[in-house]
T-cell receptor, first 115, second 114 residues
């Protein structure tokens, strides 16, 4: 079974600075998908970014980018120019190819952006 | 489109009571999911469905039942509520077609069992 590990329970960053959240996963599959979700205090689950494992190019979405290292099974999220609204829980999630699109989540990292 | 709608948003149950958490989506999504999120933890899959009439167990199915009689609705039933089922429950769906699409989540139901 796949597992997802987020080793940083909590992190903080100053407004306008850059922060990187770590995620590692364990799988024997070659094709899969990885996601980062944001959960603000409102409890909503908001997609931040998506990566296809068969694409070597790292995904980017505005201030959010990933460092995808397939051989190392690592999928870190970089947030540039941090904003107060980025304060939230961030979850890394794994989806197997051909696995009914089910997600396996890490335990999350609580990010606080300080003014 | 309303997206994924969950009702109720909050509920308090007594031990041994039963209830149904409702989930509906109006996006014609085939795949639907129920997750639970315990305090300080990530989401864990309870049950999922790949279409009307088809359901399957996830990682933590004990104490729950589901049905999928229509594409739109995927209710989750707790038969004998236990304190261990105190959690936040999320319903999600995925559009048909291209594989690996992100799931669309409802706003969650916070359930407390006392």
């Amino acid at each position: 079974a796949q597992t997802v590990t987020q080793s940083q329970p909590e992190m903080s960053v100053q407004e306008a600075e850059t922060v990187t959240l770590s995620c590692t996963y364990d799988t024997s599959e070659n094709n899969y998908y990885l996601f980062w979700y944001k959960q603000p205090p409102s409890r909503q689950m908001i997609l931040v970014i998506r990566q296809e494992a068969y694409k070597q190019q790292n995904a980017t979405e505005n201030r959010f980018s990933v460092n995808f290292q397939k051989a190392a099974k690592s999928f870190s999220l970089k947030i540039s120019d941090s904003q107060l609204g980025d304060t939230a829980m961030y979850f890394c999630a794994f989806m197997n190819q051909g696995g009914s699109e089910k997600l396996v989540f890490g335990k999350g990292t609580k990010l606080t952006v300080n003014p | 489109n309303a997206g994924v709608t969950q009702t109720p948003k909050f509920r308090i149950l007594k031990i041994g009571q039963s209830m149904t958490l409702q989930c509906a989506q109006d996006m014609n999504h085939n795949y639907m999911y129920w997750y639970r999120q315990d305090p300080g933890m990530g989401l864990k899959l309870i049950y999922y469905s790949v279409g009307a009439g088809i359901t399957d167990k996830g990682e933590v199915p004990n104490g729950y039942n589901v049905s999928r009689s229509t594409t739109e609705d995927f209710p989750l039933r707790l038969e004998l509520a236990a304190p261990s089922q105190t959690s936040v429950y999320f319903c999600a769906s995925v559009p048909p077609g291209r594989e690996g699409q992100p799931q669309h989540f409802g706003d969650g139901t916070r359930l407390s069992i006392l």
